[in-house]
C-alpha cells in the first residue's frame, strides 16, 4: 500500500512537471494604478513577430474585457502569418472581470474614461514602439465604452469595434466633427435577444445623422448568438478597418476587368500608400495572384498581358528556380507563344539546372523550336531530353521519343 501510494506521488509529481515545462504563456501581464478608479489595472500585452528584431513602430488593438479577448486578438494575428490582410498589431487587453467597475459600470462612466483614454493609451505609448493607430474592441456593456471612446472630441482612437450594443447620442452625433479618420463597426444578431434592441437602436442613430467625418458600417451575425457574436466580429471589424490595406485578390479574370484593370489596380494602391504610409507600388502578392489566376483559369489573353506588365516581379526569389520556369515556359508553348516559351526554358536549363526538370525542359525546348519551323535545334533539344529521361529512368521517355520521331517524319 506504501508503495502505491510513493508511486501515486511520484505520478502526480511527474505530471505536474510536465505540464509546467509545457505551459504556454502568451504576452506579458502588466499593472498600473489608476488614479481615478483608485484601484489596480491588469493588461494584458502581446507584441507580433519580429517586435525584438526590428525598430518599427506599431498600431494598437485595445480589447476590453481582455480576461475574454485579449486571446482571440492575438490569434488573428498569429493565424494570419504576416501582413497580407492587415498590419502586425501590439494587442493590448484591459482585464475587467471581478472588477467593481465592471458591475458598476455607469457609476463610473467619467473615471473610466478618463483611465482607458489616458492612463491606459499613455502606458503603452510610453512603454512600447506604437504608432497613431489604435482600435478599440467593446463586447456587450464595454460596447458603450467603445464607441463613447471613439466619438470622443481628440479621441486617441481611429475605429471602435462595437458588439452587442454600442451607445450614441443622437445630439452628440449631430455635432461630431473630426479631422482624423474615424471608423466605427457596429456589429449584431437577431439572436443576441439580450441586446439585438439597443444595437439595432445604435444603427438607427447613425442612419438618422449619417456624419460626414465619420465611415461606418452595422452588420448582422445572425448565425451567432450572444455569447459567441465577438468572435466572429472582431476579425471582420479588423478588416473593415483595413479594407484597403491588404493585397487584391480576385475570383475571375472577369472581375478583374469589370473593376478597371491595371487602372483599378493604380488607383487602389495610390490611396492604400497614402493612407498607411507604405508604398503606392502595386505590391509582389497581387502581381502574383493575377499572374497564377489567369493561368489557373487558362485565360492566355489576361496572362500575356499580366506577364508583361508586372515583369519586374519575374526577377524575384519565387520565380528563380527551375520549377517555375518550367511552368511559364509549358504554358506559352500550349498556347502557341513559341519565342516567350524559348525564353523561359532556356533560362530554366542555364540559370537553373535541375535534374528533376530538365528532360521537360529540353522537350520543351525542342517543340517550341518545332512551332517556329526550326527542325535542327528542335531536334537537338529532343535528342538531348530522351538522353536525360533514359539515364534518369523518366516515365516520360517514350513521350520525348514519340515526338523525336514525329520530326524524322
Not at 511527474?14 to 509545457?22: E, H, K, S, W
Request: with cysteine; charged share 25%; hydrophobic share 40%.
Amino acid at each position: 500500500m506504501k508503495k502505491k501510494l510513493l508511486l501515486t506521488v511520484a505520478l502526480v509529481t511527474l505530471f505536474n512537471g510536465l505540464m509546467a515545462q509545457d505551459s504556454i504563456q502568451i504576452g506579458q501581464t502588466h499593472k498600473i494604478f489608476s488614479k481615478g478608479l483608485n484601484q489596480e489595472i491588469e493588461l494584458q500585452i502581446y507584441t507580433p513577430s519580429g517586435y525584438s528584431a526590428d525598430s518599427a513602430n506599431y498600431p494598437t488593438l485595445y480589447v476590453l474585457d481582455g480576461q475574454w479577448y485579449f486571446i482571440n486578438g492575438v490569434a488573428i494575428q498569429e493565424s494570419l502569418r504576416g501582413d497580407r490582410i492587415m498590419p502586425k498589431m501590439i494587442v493590448v487587453g484591459i482585464n475587467m472581470v471581478d472588477r467593481p467597475y465592471r458591475s458598476r459600470l455607469f457609476d463610473q462612466w467619467d473615471a473610466l474614461i478618463e483611465c482607458l483614454e489616458s492612463e491606459v493609451v499613455s502606458y503603452i505609448d510610453e512603454n512600447f514602439r506604437t504608432r497613431d493607430r489604435r482600435i478599440i474592441f467593446g463586447w456587450e456593456n464595454s460596447s458603450y465604452l467603445a464607441s463613447e471612446l471613439l466619438l470622443r472630441k481628440n479621441s486617441p482612437f481611429n475605429c471602435a469595434i462595437a458588439v452587442s450594443g454600442g451607445n450614441i447620442n443622437k445630439d452628440s452625433l449631430s455635432r461630431f466633427t473630426s479631422e482624423n479618420e474615424r471608423y466605427l463597426f457596429i456589429a449584431g444578431s437577431e439572436k443576441d435577444i439580450y441586446s439585438i434592441d439597443y444595437t439595432n437602436a445604435t444603427a438607427e442613430v447613425l442612419r438618422s445623422v449619417n456624419p460626414v467625418d465619420l465611415t461606418w458600417d452595422y452588420r448582422l451575425f445572425n448565425d451567432e448568438e450572444h455569447e459567441s457574436l465577438a468572435y466572429a466580429s472582431m476579425y471582420q471589424g479588423l478588416k473593415f478597418f483595413y479594407h484597403n490595406y491588404g493585397s487584391l485578390v480576385f475570383s475571375s479574370t472577369d472581375e478583374f476587368y469589370e473593376r478597371g484593370g491595371i487602372s483599378y489596380l493604380n488607383q487602389y494602391f495610390q490611396r492604400r500608400g497614402e493612407r498607411f504610409g507604405i508604398s503606392t507600388a502595386i505590391d509582389a502578392s497581387t502581381k502574383n495572384s493575377l499572374i497564377w489566376l489567369a493561368w489557373k483559369r487558362d485565360n492566355f489573353v489576361a496572362f500575356d498581358l499580366f506577364m508583361s506588365e508586372f515583369e519586374g516581379v519575374l526577377s524575384t526569389r519565387r520565380y528563380a528556380n527551375a520549377y517555375w520556369q518550367n511552368r511559364l515556359a509549358q504554358y506559352y508553348l500550349k498556347n502557341n507563344a513559341f519565342d516567350k516559351a524559348i525564353t523561359f526554358f532556356e533560362k530554366g536549363i542555364t540559370d537553373y539546372a535541375d535534374e528533376r526538370y530538365m528532360a521537360e525542359m529540353h522537350a520543351g525546348l525542342g517543340m517550341s523550336f518545332k512551332g517556329k519551323g526550326e527542325m535542327k535545334l528542335a531536334r537537338k533539344h529532343l535528342k538531348k531530353a530522351v538522353e536525360i529521361a533514359v539515364n534518369a529512368g523518366d516515365l516520360k521517355e517514350e513521350t520525348y521519343r514519340a515526338q523525336l520521331n514525329d520530326l524524322k517524319q
